[in-house]
């Protein structure tokens, strides 16, 4: 991206502030010295991603406490490997997520169940050496937490310990409660996680939208108010109706992070595979596609096929010189002598 097209994108970014009446917020004005952050966006000749790398600090949990005491929209998003973890960072993302969903969308599981500690903890690790600015939080898998809470921060403590990252995600409402007091109390932040929660999806009857009946809704909110006071610092609302993820977020004193739950939870999370169009198996109603990596992935393998195929590649620019010109002389005079002595071999002089 060249400065112009930076500038395009930070007036953007203005102009959304400006229509949703919240106050601007670019990555690193948080911790003071803000006085200068949006006209240097605005006027500098660096690109965006610059611009929101090297201007902020560490994201930790009083950061996204500070976001969402501010009325600041957190930024979230799955990070699966090393790359998409500096995407993540580069972006300005404020909470990038190990998530399971790596079981489907990375490793070609039906459903997110399959995935393994060894796996996560891998990916993590991958994830944290890329990823260092947003607070790095990772699920924990299926079969992991659910048979007692001391099984579920002893994997937590892994997690942390081998997989470096800073806080853990599991799935569940009111039942879990006594499990993440164990693992807060230890010292591990916990994201919660309500709605539509994809380990259980057996027991919802498939990927479903949840809370939709006014019953459902009142167990929605109970949930959250319990994972509140059993000390998460923040929920995921997944695939519940708008209106609901609206009153479960008023009803908190900590961040929502809805995932097809409407614009009026405390902050937004994606699986970035899917935003970025490079996951074609399916499409949840709440992805939203930024680019079609699918797409345009494809259609460069298709021609780097076709260049190879043809010839044209590698050009001159991909390929290496002798450091003397002599020595290609040199080297051909020894090749037509080898041509001479294979030719009079199969001829059987
Ligand atoms: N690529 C991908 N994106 C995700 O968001 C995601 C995963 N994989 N894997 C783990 C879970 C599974 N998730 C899913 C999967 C499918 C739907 C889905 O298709 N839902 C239907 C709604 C069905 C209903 O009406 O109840 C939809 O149309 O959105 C939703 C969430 C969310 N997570
Ligand atoms: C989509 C997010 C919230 C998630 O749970 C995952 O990536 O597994």
Redesign the pocket.
Known sequence: MNGGSSLLVSCHLLRTATRTNRSLFLPGMISGNNSTSIAAARYSSHTITEELSHRRSKVTLNTIRTLHKKNIPITALTAHDFPSGIVADRAGIDLALVG??LA??ELGYDN?NHVTMEEMLSHSRAVARGCKTPFLVADLPFGTYEISPEQALENSIRLVREGNVEGVKLEGGVEMADTIKKITTAGIPVLGHIG?T?QR?ASLG????QGRTFTGARKLLHSAQALQDAGCFAIVL??IPAPVAKVVTQALTIPTIG??AGNQCSGQV??Q??MLGS?D??T????KKYTNAFETNTAAVAEYVREVRQGSFPAEEHTYSMRNEDDVKKLEELAEELDIATKAKSSGI
Do not use: C, Q, W
Not at 206 to 209: D, E, H, I, M, S
């Open positions: 399971d969903s489907m969308v997110t539509l994809p999806s498939g990927f479903k939208v997944e695939a995932i097809g994606l699986v595979l899917d996951f198996k399916f949840p109603k709440f992805v």
